[in-house]
């Protein structure tokens, strides 16, 4: 019995040290807010630091300061922040999200694909990331694998012009013209003065070539 109490006790000082704490943990996380908005991303990232070194929680302060370190342009801590709260949270596309804005914002389409490779782990359908993978993929001439997350991204949005687009020419530059012309009769529909709409309808089509925009 005067075990029990005795961890009856404990567990209560511990709750009101805790509650003690967490006028001073919200103070930090707001203070870093409003220096972000006063563009001091410095100031900010000192703050989040003290939110974390007051008690705060630990993926929070880590997925946040990797945000304001990528804006603040240095790149390298922002990943390693990133890095961090990935392994608090496997399962949260934040930190993925946030290392592909390093990557592109460093040119780095290897690493970027890399990482939206993460996010589709984690969310196979978030458009976005699935969009930005296959034009990596268009771009290195991987047409087959970039038509595989174009298809995804287009069934997911049918309306979209800019995923019908990159699906369309995603198969095009296969050889498989005939599969994409629906998608180009589409697009001559909602998006005629699209870039290279013309030329793709004309392609899937067996028609000439337009002239270029602005002189249609």
């Known amino acids: ?11 209560c000082v511990t709750s009101a040290n805790a509650a003690d704490k967490l006028p001073a943990i919200a103070e930090a996380w707001q203070k870093s807010l409003t220096e972000e908005s006063n563009n001091d991303l410095a100031a900010a990232i000192e703050s989040v630091l003290a939110f974390k070194s007051a008690g705060g929680e630990t993926y929070l ?48 389409p290897e690493d970027v694909l890399r990482e939206a490779k993460e996010v589709l782990k984690i969310d196979q359908f978030h458009r976005p990331t699935l969009l930005i993978a296959g034009e990596i993929l268009f771009n290195q001439q991987d047409y087959r694998k970039a038509e595989v997350y ?3 991204a287009y069934k997911l949005q049918p309306e979209d012009p800019l995923g019908m687009s990159w ?40 028609l000439p070539p337009g002239p270029p925009p602005g002189q249609r």
């Open 61 to 108: 302060a880590a997925v946040r300061a990797g945000w304001l370190s990528y804006l603040n342009k240095d790149y390298t801590k922002a990943v390693q922040y990133y890095t961090t709260a990935a392994k608090q949270e496997p399962r949260a596309l934040t930190p993925h999200l946030g290392m592909m804005n390093v990557y592109q914002a460093q040119n780095e």
């Open 167 to 206: 699906f369309g020419w995603s198969q095009i530059n296969q050889g498989q013209a005939r599969l994409a012309a629906p998608l180009f009769e589409k697009l001559m529909q909602i998006n005629p003065e699209g870039y290279m709409v013309h030329d793709g309808f004309a392609i899937t089509h067996g």
């Open 1 to 11: 019995m005067k075990t029990h109490l005795l961890i009856l006790a404990f567990a």
């Open 150 to 152: 174009f298809e995804r």
